[in-house]
């Protein structure tokens, strides 16, 4: 039976964003089911410093600060940079800093003549740091667990590795938007992650990120990106990664949680913003994001018309079940180690929200500039 020219039309479509799903799937993602993060001997653990950037965060430093701050880790200090607050969170930071002798405080203030912003911050912070080694995350972040700067530390036991990434998935709650905002931030580990181990890395999450400060001084910090309010994260490992200078770390004790935000208004501000940065990384980079964006998006428009026409709709149908039990078959083991089990059962949905949602800010990212970075 002949197949008409329409339906030949979106199956080539289909076929096509199948083959590049597949590339994806088998050649980065598969990678990261036999990775086993490194254990560094316990004479081996390097001096951390560990960097917060905080600006009118008071409940969360109130909440969170003394489970960093009470690490089991033999020497490490906590650098809280108060950015230009105005909720008292000086005086906070003052009563803990008397209770914890770990804790250094440095605090920007607001100047008339520039709008200071994150990667200011940070700058800094890294440079009040008197160790060699340093760990970033965010005020509104929870460590798993008290070995949190143990794990991250410990791929430095290399002296190859100058950057460690690391996770930091989201409190699950109700609803269709943390579902997706969980799923989503599966999906960029699992992404990011792969491309490490593949020697590609393009980019890290701040809320769990280590890097030597000799590479942040000897690459010139933030310089090449200083004017992007976003991307002290994602950029500065887009610069500066290697094929053989970054490490993973995805061991449960590592992670840092942070609350979700709860409203679409909010979640599609946050996004904008992250997005924004994407348009500055390498072109090899553009590249295989762009790819993976476009063909899930074609792969999945090609698949929702074919189901409208005989026989497209047979033929779409095993396409599509092959490639979502390709995904099973990988994404299992890692959905479970990313704290994403339950999404699993809702796969095929949540990823195709997923590739819309990669397309939609992809492109309001390319077309916008992030002026703020709160």
Not at 115 to 137: E, S
Not at 146 to 155: D, F, K, Q, Y
Not at 235 to 251: M, P, S, Y
Not at 313 to 324: E, K, Q, S
Request: aromatic residues 14%.
């Amino acid at each position: 039976m002949s197949i008409p020219l329409l339906q030949q039309v979106l199956l080539a479509v289909l076929a096509f964003g199948f083959v590049v799903q597949l590339f994806y799937l088998l050649v980065y993602h598969l990678k990261l089911n036999s990775y086993k993060a490194e254990e560094a001997p316990e004479k081996e653990c390097v001096p951390v410093s560990v960097i917060i950037a905080a600006r009118n965060e008071r409940d969360n430093l109130e909440r969170f600060l003394p489970k960093i701050l009470t690490q089991n880790y033999p020497d490490f200090e906590v650098i809280v940079v108060n950015d230009c607050s105005v909720d008292d969170s000086n005086y906070l930071l003052d009563e803990l800093q008397a209770q914890y002798s770990k804790l250094k405080i440095v605090t920007v203030t607001e100047s008339r003549q520039f709008k200071t912003g994150k990667k200011f911050a940070i700058t800094m912070g890294i440079k009040a740091a008197k160790h060699p080694y340093l760990l970033f995350t965010d005020a509104d972040c929870e460590p798993e667990s008290e070995n949190w700067i143990s794990c991250m530390a410990a791929s430095f036991s290399n002296p190859e590795h100058q950057i460690v990434l690391g996770y930091s998935p989201y409190v699950k709650t109700k609803g269709l938007l943390n579902a997706l905002i969980r799923f989503e931030t599966i999906k960029t580990a699992i992404n990011y992650f792969s491309a490490a181990l593949k020697g590609n890395a393009y980019m890290g999450v701040g809320r769990n990120l280590a890097y030597r400060k000799d590479l942040f001084f000897n690459n010139k910090g933030f310089a090449s990106h200083m004017h992007i309010m976003s991307g002290d994260d994602d950029l500065f490992v887009n610069e500066n990664a290697t094929r053989n200078n970054v490490a993973v770390e995805i061991r449960t004790d590592s992670f840092t949680w942070s609350e979700p935000k709860a409203s679409f208004g909010e979640w599609f501000r946050q996004k904008r913003r992250h997005m924004g940065a994407g348009k500055f990384y390498k072109a090899r980079h553009k590249r295989l994001l762009g790819l993976d964006a476009i063909s899930g998006l074609l792969f999945y428009s090609a698949f929702t018309a074919c189901l409208f026409f005989k026989p497209a709709f047979i033929i779409a149908l095993v396409v599509f079940v092959l490639r979502l039990g390709l995904q099973l078959l990988i994404y299992s083991k890692q959905f479970r180690q990313l704290k994403g089990k339950d999404l699993l059962w809702t796969l095929p949905f949540l990823d195709a929200l997923y590739y819309l949602y990669l397309n939609f800010f992809g492109l309001i990212g390319s077309l916008t500039t992030t002026r703020r970075w709160k």
